[in-house]
């Protein structure tokens, strides 16, 4: 099993900046991809940015594309989301998500099998 804990959330004014990081732990060896999602109130899960296990492949929703940067550290083993030029439709609760069952890079809640708590990212206009 692989454990996810995401932190970093917080308040930001519209056109700032912020930077979540997520530690994941237990089973890493497993784990493929990493990405981020986020789900805001009254709506569904939705992918944010996604990274392979060497950092070489990435993905991006076409909504923050420009804008938000996924990395990992293999050596600290962390993976980060730096999010910039934040806009109020960004607030959501954020989610880091572990893919094991393959290397393809990954956009759906259901092809990644473990998931952290979620941090809250509210972004004022």
């Known amino acids: 099993q692989v454990q996810l804990v995401e932190s970093g959330g917080g308040l930001v004014q519209a056109g700032g900046s912020l930077r979540l990081s997520c530690a994941p732990s237990?089973?890493?060896?497993?784990?493929?991809?990493m990405g981020w999602f986020r789900q805001a109130p009254g709506k569904e899960r939705e992918f944010v940015a996604a990274?392979?296990?060497?950092?070489?492949?990435?993905y991006y929703a076409d909504s923050v594309k420009g804008r938000f940067t996924i990395s990992r550290d293999n050596a600290r083993n962390t993976v980060a989301l730096q999010m910039n030029s934040l806009k109020p439709e960004d607030t959501a609760v954020y989610y880091c998500?572990?893919?094991?069952?393959?290397?393809?890079?990954?956009?759906?809640?259901?092809?990644?099998?473990?998931w952290g708590q979620g941090t809250q990212v509210t972004v004022s206009s």
């Open positions: 237990g089973r890493t060896f497993s784990v493929y991809v």
């Open positions: 990274i392979s296990r060497t950092g070489s492949g990435l």
């Open positions: 998500a572990a893919r094991s069952v393959s290397s393809t890079l990954a956009r759906t809640t259901r092809e990644y099998d473990a």
